[in-house]
T-cell receptor
Framework: GAVVSQHPSWVICKSGTSVKIECRSL??????MFWYRQFPKQSLMLMAT?????????EQGVEKDKFLINHASLTLSTLTVTSAHPEDSSFYIC?????????????FGEGSRLTVL | AQKVTQAQTEISVVEKEDVTLDCVYE???????LFWYKQPPSGELVFLIR??????QNEISGRYSWNFQKSTSSFNFTITASQVVDSAVYFC????????????FGAGTRLFVKA
């Protein structure tokens, strides 16, 4: 079946550095991907919608300059946390909406755990 | 606006008991999907089921069953004869066509199954 792969699975970085997380659809194309953030013991909160070839759409309260999203191809979206601070420590999960061949199927990545020291 | 409500924050049962997790949703979309995901302590989301708005048939998969009632906007999930390995957080989610299928999650229900 279709798989969405996230890399890295976990990352530890120093405060002030930038971290890039990749979300890749395997064996299918996804013009739309979504990025979620999950704080401990909380639900998944949608951060932004990433559309291939266009700017991401951010949810209210999410800083677009802080969380840079690039969806350069039909199989890859990246989330860059810029100048990370400890409060950015969280679990980040992406999902991809299939076009071909899994039309309108939704698949989630396994998540990336970010710890900012 | 779309909304998913999981009123039960935590449920604790003893092994072999049946347990039902409630999910109530709100949407104005005519076409939408409902999901249940399991999130074990390791953190990854495990897909359990997807149901589209035109299919109200209930579904059974092993010890899991789902009851979709459009009339009450509910999509409840029952685990029969629960096991310790069922302990996890369970999320109900909604994805509608007018939102480009972005998925909104409920707050989650944490299930503890004691031996």
């Amino acid at each position: 079946g279709a798989v969405v792969s996230q890399h890295p699975s976990w990352v530890i970085c120093k405060s002030g550095t930038s971290v890039k997380i990749e979300c890749r659809s395997l064996d299918f194309q996804a013009t739309t991907m979504f990025w979620y953030r999950q704080f401990p013991k909380q639900s998944l909160m949608l951060m932004a919608t990433s559309n291939e070839g266009s700017k991401a759409t951010y949810e209210q309260g999410v800083e677009k300059d802080k969380f840079l999203i690039n969806h350069a191809s039909l199989t890859l979206s990246t989330l860059t946390v810029t100048s990370a601070h400890p409060e950015d420590s969280s679990f980040y999960i992406c999902s991809a909406v299939g076009t071909s061949p899994f039309i309108n199927e939704l698949f989630f990545g396994e998540g990336s755990r970010l710890t900012v020291l | 606006a779309q909304k998913v409500t999981q009123a039960q924050t935590e449920i604790s049962v003893v092994e072999k008991e049946d347990v039902t997790l409630d999910c109530v949703y709100e949407t104005r979309d005519t076409t939408y999907y409902l999901f249940w995901y399991k999130q074990p302590p390791s953190g990854e989301l495990v897909f359990l089921i997807r149901r589209n708005s035109f299919d109200e048939q209930n579904e059974i998969s092993g010890r899991y069953s789902w009851n979709f009632q459009k009339s009450t906007s509910s999509f409840n999930f029952t685990i029969t004869a629960s096991q310790v390995v069922d302990s996890a957080v369970y999320f109900c989610a909604l994805s509608g066509n007018t939102g480009g299928f972005k998925t909104i999650f409920g707050a989650g229900t944490r299930l503890f199954v004691k031996a």
